[in-house]
């Protein structure tokens, strides 16, 4: 069974970089033929794809977060990680982490999700 | 970028059936099957329902069903049950660097 778990700061002060980690258990993320990805979703409102990564390391990014997104992978922790810089407060949000099937253009298996508020 | 619209809300009683509608345009849910379907209880991990348009993942009960028409969505849950209650949101894909688009959400309420 597949498993995602995402970690990290709850809040981050405005202008600074969110940093957030997740942990798979159950595949490989070098091994597999999937994407792996970040989404989010404020409160209150709908949920938003922020960018992916494929097992070959290459990414794609919401064009309307790409200057400020990078997803990077830690194959031997088995972890991909997501930054966002110059946050503000309308960064606040629950981030998901989740594996996407190539193609089919779906998400199978989701974190619980973490909370991340931008204050000061 | 803008969602796919879904109703706020939709409400059946044990036993009964309802149908969450996804209604987006002929760049996303109009030109491609690739619609899917995610029930979320709150706290807990989002969960594939439905995948490309009208498929059920292994495990998912088959009291859950997809259709599209045009540019709308639709999910059809039958039989149902007090576990149903949650939230369901549509995604497709959208032919532009976007890539995925998601619907509005909608709460689903067993009386």
């Known amino acids: 069974q597949v498993q995602l778990q995402e970690s990290g700061p709850g809040l981050v002060k405005p202008s600074q970089t969110l940093s957030l980690t997740c942990t798979v258990s159950?595949?490989?993320?070098?091994?597999?033929?999937?994407?792996w990805s970040w989404l989010r979703q404020p409160a209150g409102k709908g949920l938003e794809w922020i960018g992916r990564?494929?097992?070959?390391?290459?990414?794609n990014y919401n064009p309307s977060l790409k200057s400020r997104v990078t997803i990077s992978v830690d194959t031997p922790k088995n972890q991909f990680s997501l930054k966002l810089s110059s946050v503000t407060a309308a960064d606040t949000a629950v981030y998901y982490c989740?594996?996407?099937?190539?193609?089919?253009?779906?998400?199978?298996?989701w974190g619980q999700g973490t909370l991340v508020t931008v204050s000061s | 970028q803008s969602a796919l619209t879904q109703p706020a809300s939709v409400s059946g009683s044990p036993g009964q059936s309802i149908t969450v509608s996804c209604t987006g345009t002929s760049s996303d849910v109009g030109a491609y099957d690739s619609v899917s379907w995610y029930q979320h209880h709150p706290g807990k991990a989002p969960k594939l329902m439905i995948y490309?348009?009208?498929n059920r993942p292994s495990g998912v009960s088959n009291r859950f069903s997809g259709s599209k028409s045009g540019n709308t969505a639709s999910l059809t849950i039958s039989g149902l049950q007090a576990e149903d209650e949650a939230d369901y949101y549509c995604?497709?894909?959208?032919?532009?660097?976007?890539?995925?688009?998601f619907g509005t959400g909608t709460k689903v309420t067993v009386l």
């Open positions: 490309e348009v009208s």
């Open positions: 990564m494929y097992t070959s390391g290459s990414t």
């Open positions: 995604s497709s894909y959208r032919s532009s660097s976007t890539l995925y688009v």
């Open positions: 159950g595949d490989s993320i070098r091994s597999g033929s999937y994407y």
């Open positions: 989740a594996r996407a099937r190539p193609g089919l253009f779906d998400f199978d298996y």
